[in-house]
């Protein structure tokens, strides 16, 4: 058990008392750092994802720079599709690119099964040699995408306006997408189970295109397989987050299918998100990330506007209502966090 | 005063009582339509916009060859900023743009005010022409965007995948983001007191981006321009209907705003909605556009759950969440409307 210096993430996560609200930012180890943009213009992203080395680099570097209470693995959800079998290439600019769909059941039977310790190992060794050079510091949460998610970029193949093949999918093939969908919840179970083994102190499963679906639609297709995985992850009091993005509903739900925290875009209310979910669960976010573009009295208005609606008390994890934008400045980010940091005192 | 030989959508809009649910379907004169694409193959998108034959022609069409109950014109949001100055280009397959965006104060002074019987005569020309070919058989519909949502592609230039630009602008200029707002407000008042003048039968102002607003900047650059030009509006007895894409939260507000009727999404539960505005206002949507992809026994299945979700009662129009797909077949979109006009009789 790791004895940590700063463990207010996991805290709470937990609802347990904080002496102030933790914070990270989704896709902290990323593009809007240069130290980040250094590191990629020595190799791809796929190259970075699979060279523990690199990985375990721009994970940490949030932490050294912009001073975050947590760290999250650098990795893409996508390697799953590609471990199983699935041929991945990033297009520069333009996003993930699956040459061979799925489209029908014959192409979910050809998918193999994965053991993560075998088709994933570089993810575990990544995790297991940033939890060696954080050494403590602070937590370190592992990640991995939501079947329905996975799916749509495997039914897509790519990024889509109108995502009309995965609906054409689900609606004219509900067998082979139950069967898919199935299929991922038993990797992500495995990969999830395999980095808390290696390391991780938390685990995010991104549902980012949740809010595709009607809500009945979003029950049959993406809740019901993320508590499949919530059920069978091997863990011991290791947390769980869920952030369905535009998911906007049933967030009571959310946290029955076994979530620790629900992650919330920015569209929600916290105040009102924590009277429908209760004591249940830790809720996570939610701060616009456009407001990263404007002037620090702004951005301290605004983020003391999200620390309000959450209100005093334990159980909110401060965070954006999604990922950094790549053309935030850094001295915004850092200004953010502390912010939090001291802004935050005030509330427990 | 038009004598209908069909007036359910107005019946419906105005929360009286109907023998059946009347439909339509947002983006109904558009290219799912062979007949539609047969016209656009002799003119360019803005030129059938421009050419009141063209644009009655296909506003006409999924009257008679799939029978909704109500028309609207053919048309496009963005003459309103070309009318105001800038030059508009349609890039096929790609969308909009403006080759000349909105960046600062001084870029909002060089607008031109719009005199709609002047600069956007072509439109009103539509629609008389399109009232008489009608003949009375359904109402017919005028359509705006929301000083938002314009700002926003008059701010970015063209689509966008993190709108960053619009939200810089607000943030970090919002005297410059309020004065765009107010001028376009004039604007869109002016343009939609001229469409009923010409004979409109009701109005609806699409906030197609007002999803991407955290609720306070929702309330504050794009709720109070919608509620201004309601406001503003000359109009008898013409319902207003307000389709804020992507806003799940305060209804009620828009409610407020004094919108006769509000258009939905298809993440919203119809009956929820309904609790949260009472008898204010009648509702419009709300099936998921891809379910026409779906066989008819699905697609019949998920329209009979829609109307099930509103109950029984008068105050629902049926539509889809978002515009209809162009892909879609002409054959399952017309099965959707007999199954809505068939099963909807019983829930009055």
Redesign the interface.
């Given at each position: 058990m790791t004895k940590f210096q700063n463990d207010l993430f996991l805290r709470a996560c937990k609802r347990q008392h904080v002496e102030r609200t933790p914070i990270w930012i989704m896709r902290q180890a990323g593009r809007f750092l240069p130290e980040y943009r250094a590191v990629r213009e020595k190799a791809d992203f796929l190259t970075m994802c699979k060279t523990p080395e690199l990985a375990a680099e721009v994970t940490i570097q949030p932490v050294d720079i912009i001073g975050v209470d947590a760290a999250i693995i650098f990795s893409d959800i996508l390697v799953i599709p590609e471990a199983m079998g699935m041929k991945l290439e990033m297009i520069e600019s333009k996003g993930p690119k699956f040459y061979d769909p799925i489209r029908t059941v014959d192409d979910v039977n050809k998918l193999k099964d994965i053991d993560p310790t075998k088709n994933l190992k570089f993810v575990l060794d990544a995790v297991s040699l940033t939890k060696k050079e954080l050494n403590g510091r602070v937590p370190l949460i592992g990640f991995a995408g939501s079947p329905w998610t996975l799916m749509t970029y495997m039914v897509e193949g790519s990024g889509s306006k109108?995502?009309?093949e995965i609906?054409?999918f689900i609606?004219?093939q509900p067998t082979a997408a139950h069967k898919l969908l199935e299929r991922i919840s038993d990797a992500v179970a495995d990969y999830l189970s395999a980095k808390i083994e290696a390391g991780a102190n938390a685990v995010q499963i991104f549902d980012t295109w949740g809010?595709l679906?009607?809500?009945?639609?979003f029950e049959e297709f993406s809740l019901r397989y993320i508590q499949k995985i919530i059920s069978q992850i091997k863990r011991k009091d290791e947390p769980v987050i869920v952030f369905a993005k535009?998911?906007?509903?049933k967030l009571d739900k959310i946290a029955e299918a076994g979530a620790d925290v629900i992650g919330l875009d920015?569209?929600i209310?916290l105040n009102a998100a924590r009277k429908s979910v209760g004591d249940k669960v830790a809720l996570q976010g939610n701060l616009?990330p456009?407001?990263l573009?404007?002037?620090k009295k702004?951005i301290k208005e605004e983020a003391v506007?999200v620390l309000e609606s959450f209100g005093k008390g334990s159980g909110h994890i401060f965070n954006l209502g999604h990922g950094i934008?790549p053309?935030v400045t850094p001295e915004n980010a850092k200004y953010l966090v502390d912010v939090i940091k001291e802004e935050s005192k005030k509330f427990h």
């Open positions: 109108n995502f009309s609906k054409k609606y004219n809010g679906l009607s809500q009945t639609d535009g998911v906007h509903y920015w569209t209310d616009d456009t407001v573009y404007a002037n702004k506007k934008l053309d």
